[in-house]
């Protein structure tokens, strides 16, 4: 299973972007999937993930600014990343696992990361 992330790039506060992650290989679409991020100097942090059979988790951070979606057609992941601020500066991985997750310790795949710049 690869999973392939994209959509990070500059932006300034209060603005929008979306991350996309492809899924390929024996990707299973009862598998959970999310996405972490990782500041500079800091650990990798749970930001949001979907199960089929489950729903939708969020860091409280970014409950009512971030949106998670799934399009099992296509084997990709969204996160939709609005009124963005400069905490949300990252790399962000998007990430698989059998179960619903909001740690590390249980995904199975990562993907690479895709670096989300805020400026003030």
């Known amino acids: 299973v690869q999973l392939q992330a994209s959509g990070g790039g500059m932006v300034q506060a209060g603005d929008s972007l979306r991350l996309s992650c492809q899924a390929s290989g024996r990707f299973h679409n009862s598998y959970a999937v999310g996405w972490f991020r990782q500041a500079p100097g800091k650990e990798r942090e749970f930001v949001a993930a979907?199960?089929?059979?489950?729903?939708?988790l969020y860091n409280d951070s970014v409950k009512g600014r971030f949106t998670i979606s799934r399009d099992t057609a296509k084997n990709t992941v969204y996160l939709q990343m609005n009124s963005l601020k400069p905490e949300d500066t990252a790399v962000y991985y998007c990430a698989a696992a059998p179960a619903i997750f909001t740690t590390t310790t249980p995904i199975k795949y990562w993907g690479q990361g895709t670096l989300v710049t805020v400026s003030s």
């Open positions: 979907t199960k089929w059979s489950y729903g939708t």
